[in-house]
């Protein structure tokens, strides 16, 4: 039984060291499908080599598979310090993910031969037998494991404490099969060295978490400068904010920079501008936007009556009303009373609204998707046909959406596709200049484009209600949407869908 239950701690440290190195992966790099593609592709491989080298072992199997676990314990505790070091540090990132990954996926799959044998030793019985007893043992805690990552190891200690609180379970699981239950195989020497082992790898662990703050804040010096305001860890995203007294003010989500405080106001008077000024404007939702900036455009227009603001992390919208200089960015737009903040997934939210319902959402006026292009690291969902047909389900007759189609031109079409196969007609526009120029010097020709859909094809011009925007002109409008509607591809690319494009 014993045994039975390392192979069950065993099996959901595996996988949850699996799954921090997924998770990590999305949080720097973005793209969780091809991170959960390599991690998973290389792991399985790995375990499958693992096996085939513990096969040199079964002769002593109590020893080999305490020094398997130590290994194990000491590899996968310090894997999320280790590969976030390189990233903020080396800029090898993926390398040494392939390669942590594999060291892991070996010691993962060695467990099981040796496991096997030990089982056999204590109990005299069928091999069949064994393995199910033993595969039932690992499959149930790779289940448990599976879902104490997202609900309890993530949301309370992140990633990096995380792994470290495993790779310490880890160890005493090891400990426990072969320093008590199997203590005759290793002599005493040997035992002893083992027990200073299984101490060791607990004390590094110890010391990792207790110097895990310092090596975070280094690297983000490193990252971001000596400045930084604000750094978190959210369910979501990582949120960095940073800026000294005199300089921009500059938030990254996930290392990416999102927000350069002296040009900011080009993209979200961009997104919001020339969609407020088509047409009414007193309902408007906004899917995104966290940071408060582009809701601050939206407040400027005299017509508005409410606004939604559906966003999936609710620390970024707090951040925007507590940190002084981002919430005088946004003009404090989150506490204006005009405004109701829904902590939610956009495309969930959209899914669940009902716009017929009494006191329900919608119809709106305006729906602004404040939303990164996938070109720019935003998710693919948030621009496909299913994402805007459920949008277009919330609009009033007259209504408009808007969003960013980042500054690659194959990216444009591809959202365009998207829009018009939910029935919609399409007008697209850009703002010259660089969203981040400010904090990041870029191509001087650099442009962003953006997409005004409606039911009829919109007007592109700018609203008398509201301050005149500093990014845009009625001139700089009619020329950009003359300059890109010229580009059309004859075939334009297909449009986004949840299975691909189409």
Known sequence: MTVLMAAFVCAACGLVYELELVALGDYLLGDAV????????????????????????????????????????????????????????L?????????????????????????????????????GRAAADLFAADYVGALIGGLAF????????????????????????GAAVVLWLFREEPVPRIRRLLWAGCLLVLAVLAAAAAGSDTVE??????????????????????????????????LYLDGRLAVCGTDEYRASEGLVHPAMAAGPDARVLLLGGGDGLALREVLRHRGVRTVRLVDADPVLP????????????????????RVRTTVADPMAWLRGADPGAPGGDGPYDVVLADL????????????????????????????RIAVRAGSDPDG?????????????????????????????????????NYLLAAAGRPPLTLAPDAPPPRALTPDTLRTSTARLTSTRPARPPAALTLLGPR
């Open 34 to 89: 091809t991170q959960t593609s390599v991690v998973l592709s290389v792991m399985v491989f790995a375990m499958g080599l693992g096996s085939l080298l513990a096969k040199r072992f079964t002769h002593r199997p109590a020893t080999a598979f305490a020094l398997v676990e130590c290994a194990l314990a000491l590899t996968g505790g310090l894997s999320v310090l280790t590969l976030y070091s390189c990233w903020a540090w």
């Open 91 to 127: 800029g090898r990132y993926q390398t040494a993910m392939v390669g942590l990954t594999c060291l892991i996926g070996i010691l993962i799959g060695a467990e099981i031969p040796l496991l096997m044998t030990l089982i056999q030793r204590i109990r005299r019985e069928d091999a």
């Open 150 to 173: 997202p609900f309890l190891i993530l949301p309370t200690l992140g990633p990096g404490d995380g792994a470290l609180l495993t790779g310490a379970v880890n160890a005493v699981a």
């Open 217 to 250: 804040r280094a690297a983000r010096h490193t990252l971001y400068g000596d400045q930084v305001r604000y750094a978190t860890r959210s369910r979501h995203q990582e949120i960095v904010l940073t800026g000294p007294a005199e300089g921009p003010l500059r």
């Open 318 to 337: 707090r951040l925007a009303r507590t940190d002084p200089a981002l919430a005088t960015l946004g003009d404090h737009s989150l506490d204006d009373p």
């Open 372 to 399: 990164p292009a996938p070109a720019d690291g935003g998710p693919v969902k948030f621009h496909s046909q299913e994402f805007y047909g459920l949008a277009t389900r919330l609009l009033s007759p007259g209504g």
């Open 412 to 448: 444009l079409w591809q959202i365009d596709s998207g829009l018009r196969t939910a029935g919609l007609q399409t007008a697209p526009y850009a703002v010259p200049g660089s969203p981040t120029a400010g904090c990041r010097p870029g191509p001087p020709d650099t442009a962003q």
